[in-house]
Every structure is written in C-alpha cells, then in structure tokens.
C-alpha cells in the first residue's frame, strides 16, 4: 500500500478559436505551454539554459514543479497531464473539450499555480497556431467513487481548495469486485492504454505489452512518488522481489495495440525526444491476480512508463462499464 494522495482536476473549456490538438501529441503540447506559462511567471532565473542548481530549485516553485530530481537519474514528476480523451486532431471554435491534471503527494501545494497558469495557457494558446481556450469549470474528481467537487465556476472568481482525493484506501473497495468478476470471466484481464505506452528497460525499448516490464515500471513508479512526494521509505527489496516474480507468471493472451511514433520537445535535454509508444488492447491471464491487482487498479491514476507528465501511460482496466478514465471524463 501506499499513503500517497493523489489530486485529479478536471478542466471544462470551450475552445475560442480552433486548436489543433494534433490527437496524440495534446499532452505534449499542454504540458509544454503549462511549462512556459510557469517559468515565465514565477521563476526569476526563467532565461537559463542550464539545469537549475538545487539551491534555486528549493525556493522556485516552478523549478521544484518542473526540474527537481530528489535523486540522480530519478525524473519522476509531481504532476502529469490528462490530455482530451479520446485523442483528436482537431477542435473548431466554440466546441467543448476536456482535459486533466493530476497533482501527486507534496505537489497539491502548488494547486494555485496550476490553476492560474492553466487559465493563461488558455488566453496565450498552445499547439501549432497556439489555439486558445477560456476555463468553464474545475473540478477534483475520484473515479474510483465516482465522486466530484465543484472548484471553480463562473461568475465566481473564487479556486476553492479540493477535498476529494483519490487514495490507496479509496481504492480499496474496488478489489473484490474486480476479482469476482476475474474469476467469473475465466482470469482474463484486459487492459486499455489510451495513450502511447512507452516501456522502456536496461535501454530496451518494448514495442508489445510486456506484462513482466509494465508491472515492473508500474511498482517503481510507485515507490519513487512514494518517496519524494509522500516521505515513505524504500519498499523492502524482498517484497519487490517476490512482486515482481508473480509478474513473471502472467502470460500475454492477445494484444491488440499499435505503435504511434511520437517526438517532442525536452527542456531537460534541451531538443527532441521519442515519445513513441503502444495504444490498444491487451489480455493477460494469471490464475493467481490477487497481490497484483490493486497495483494495476491504483495505477490507473498514476498512469505508467516514460513520459506521463506529458500525457503519456493513461491506461485502465477494461470491463463493460464504470471504468476509471470514463468516470473522470463523465
């Protein structure tokens, strides 16, 4: 289990001129507005073309939002973008579209900055023609309850602070349903990534859905938002181990997923990056899911691989109705 909180926010904009969302590439090029947006109004030293030291990076809300690494080779952000879903290439102006942050642990402090750097990535555009946007409503969401909480609304100028958390023990009462229903359906277990699933290990790149690797992503994941946005100490290495061995039972049924290449633009590595990655269906069969599945349900919100601050890695698991992402965008 895990203490780390998570905060869904759900945006509800109208389109004021057309935006090329560029299907795929929407949370790219949100979270690179949103980056601009953050550095241009809060960091003083926003004209480095250097990492920032960890002594600026400590007191700059944006470098610490955007930049900061609490180990060497451990880029795990406090933030990622839900990107519009599902992917489009295309909003004329006037249409309705929706889209998503998820603040992790220690991240929910800087809420008022996501906000107000939101509502101006919407006046200044992002994507190609840097198409514009006004915020009808915010929302925190937690699909697992399929509960909202209204933020903010207008007329009101007014952002208030959510209450509504997704957590480790309001994920809890979603296990025994799903193993039921495992069991009622022969063990099969289908997993949906709606968008690029980048799996990468010992500088291997997997262009199929590798479950052994996936859950593997999935528990560091975890435990590094665990660590440097929740203060929990490192999991016990015999408790990986034995996780990851009944990962290795799990077997690969079908997949039904393609590979979209992808690039975009890194400011830590200063030109393009591969964003390349899997999106479809896959089935797994494991006659014992019961230790891995609250992983997997709890996952959805964390979404999994490289790149998910950019959108990438939003996955859920699929059956008949009420699933994770078709909550939140509900």
Known sequence: MTTLQITHLRFSAIAQTDINLGGHYAGNNLRNAL?????RATCPEAGRRTKPTPEHT???PA??????ESAPGSVVRPYTVIPPLPPRPWLAAGEPFTFGLTLFGSGFQ????FVLAMAEVGQGGFGPGRGTFTIESIHAINPFQQQSEILFQPPSTLVHVPTLHVTWETMQPQVAPWSN???????????????????EANKTIYQTPDFAILFRRLLYRFDELGRQFAAEPRRDYAEVQT????????????????????HGYSGRRGGKTPASGLVGTAVYHTPNWQPLLPYLLFGQAT???KLTVKGNGIYMLNQSSDSYWESFFA
């Open 58 to 60: 400590a007191i700059c």
């Open 35 to 39: 980056a601009a947006v953050l550095l």
């Open 243 to 262: 996780l990851h061995q009944l990962a290795d039972q799990v077997r690969l049924v079908s997949s039904e997923t393609q590979w979209h290449e992808l």
């Open 110 to 113: 800087f809420l008022p900055y």
């Open 63 to 68: 470098c610490w939002i955007i930049a900061a």
């Open 181 to 199: 229903w495992l069991a009622e359906h022969n063990d099969l277990l289908t997993l949906r990534f709606l968008t690029p699933l980048r799996l």
């Open 303 to 305: 979404q999994v691989g």
